[in-house]
């Protein structure tokens, strides 16, 4: 079991840059896939980036490429998403999880934080 806890989100002006983090519960974390996801209003929840185990390997979605980075900690049991260039339409509660295969999918993954809100201005 991997309980999983987001960093506050906020609110950022378009062009500009915000940190997410999220905490990993146990001892097994560096065992774990890890990604992010969105869900914009009225949309349904999509994939943003993954990284993998060792977090030598990460993917992402195309509409974020160049502009999000997302990284990991295994010593630390955290991983985070950097967001640069911010865009109005980046609006949306992001959510980590954490899975055993490597993929876009949400069915890859099996445990999910309560999300954090980021809203863009512009």
């Known amino acids: 079991q991997v309980q999983l806890v987001e960093s506050e989100g906020g609110l950022v002006q378009a062009g500009g840059s915000l940190r997410l983090s999220c905490a990993a519960s146990g001892r097994t974390f560096s065992t774990y896939v890890m990604g992010w996801f969105r869900q914009a209003p009225g949309k349904e929840r999509e994939f943003v980036a993954t990284?993998?185990?060792?977090?030598?390997?990460?993917s992402y979605a195309d509409s974020v490429k160049g502009r999000l980075t997302i990284s990991r900690d295994n010593a630390k049991n955290t991983v985070s998403l950097q967001m640069n260039s911010l865009k109005p339409e980046d609006t949306a509660v992001y959510y980590c999880?954490?899975?055993?295969?490597?993929?876009?999918?949400?069915?890859?993954?099996?445990?999910w934080g309560q999300g954090t809100q980021v809203t863009v201005s512009s």
């Open positions: 990284i993998n185990r060792s977090g030598s390997s990460t």
């Open positions: 999880a954490a899975g055993r295969t490597y993929g876009t999918k949400e069915y890859a993954y099996d445990y």
